[in-house]
Nanobody
Framework: QVQLVESGGGLVQAGGSLRLSCAAS????????MGWFRQAPGRERECVAA????????YYTDSVKGRFTISRDNAKNTVYLHMDSLKPEDTAVYYC?????????????????WGQGTQVTVSS
């Protein structure tokens, strides 16, 4: 079993930055694909960024390309999402997830373990 705990969310003004962290415990996630998803009220959960186990491959949804950066420190069993130039439409609950298949990296189906989420609110 893998337990994931997100932190770093909060309220920020448009144009600001936040860094989310996802700390894993239970077992190492160094061999897992790690993803960050978000879900806004009334909307489906979407993958905003993902990293292969080595960090050598990354995925970003179009709306965050150039603004968000996913990184991982396998030695610390932690994954990060650095968010710059935040927009009100980035407001959502952000979830960290761990999975084993890069082939479905942008789908919730590709992830087995999920955190509880952290709220990000961007004011205009």
């Amino acid at each position: 079993q893998v337990q994931l705990v997100e932190s770093g969310g909060g309220l920020v003004q448009a144009g600001g930055s936040l860094r989310l962290s996802c700390a894993a415990s239970g077992r190492t996630v160094s061999s897992y694909t790690m993803g960050w998803f978000r879900q806004a009220p009334g909307r489906e959960r979407e993958c905003v960024a993902a990293s292969s186990w080595s960090g050598g491959s990354t995925y970003y949804t179009d709306s965050v390309k150039g603004r968000f950066t996913i990184s991982r420190d396998n030695a610390k069993n932690t994954v990060y999402l650095h968010m710059d130039s935040l927009k009100p439409e980035d407001t959502a609950v952000y979830y960290c997830a761990a999975g084993t298949s890069w082939g479905v990296v942008s789908s919730t189906l590709g992830y087995r373990y999920w955190g509880q989420g952290t709220q990000v609110t961007v004011s205009s």
